[in-house]
């Protein structure tokens, strides 16, 4: 690997420490200020931060409850994954978002990760009482959110050229069309 991507390798790994700092940072304070404590208004009757008593043992908003060995083994295959992709895939313009989206990913999972680990449950303290909508944490808005926009770049931003470039980075063993060009940027 040449110099500029191992450049943009730190700066991509710097991102994703920074995000895993933030979700770590804001559930200690949710621990520490929410916990054993009523509810705070953000925006009355919309927004709450608001500890979930006994975390939540399950995915994001809480769904498949107690699988944390399944969990771990996902978290692991995904984030491996995404390192893989960001280290094949060339740090060029067109392809910035995607690195971006899937740093946040991984992110998201090592933050919940963390604290199944730690914990054996995730530390969730945001909550729409609006819509009732399911507690969650800032590792679970990394992932909703990038995978959702991720769906939409794919979908409707990325071209089929842009795609099957990307096809030619990622599958083992081969080299995308325009590698050679590209380790000059």
Do not use: W
């Not at 191992?6 to 200020?33: E, G, S």
């Amino acid at each position: 690997m040449d110099k500029p991507d191992r450049k943009h390798l730190v700066y991509d790994l710097i991102l994703f420490m920074f995000l895993i700092a933030i979700d770590q940072i804001t559930k200690k304070l949710a621990v520490r200020y929410l916990k054993d404590d009523e509810p705070f208004d953000i925006i009355k009757n919309v927004l709450q931060l608001y500890y979930l008593p006994g975390g939540n043992r399950g995915a994001a908003f809480g769904i498949l409850q107690g699988q944390r060995v399944f969990f771990l083994i996902i978290t692991f295959v995904v984030v491996a994954a995404v390192f893989y992709m960001l280290i094949k895939i060339p740090p060029v313009k067109k392809f910035g978002l995607l690195r971006i989206l899937l740093i946040f990913t991984a992110a998201g999972g090592i933050g919940n990760m963390i604290d199944r680990l730690v914990l054996n449950y995730v530390i969730d303290f945001i909550y729409f009482s609006l819509i009732n909508f399911p507690i969650f944490n800032v590792a679970d808005m990394y992932v909703s959110c990038s995978v959702v926009i991720l769906a939409i770049l794919v979908l409707f931003r990325l071209s089929e050229d842009d795609i099957k470039e990307l096809e030619g980075y990622i599958k083992p063993g081969k080299k995308g069309p325009a590698e050679n060009e590209i380790k000059g940027d």
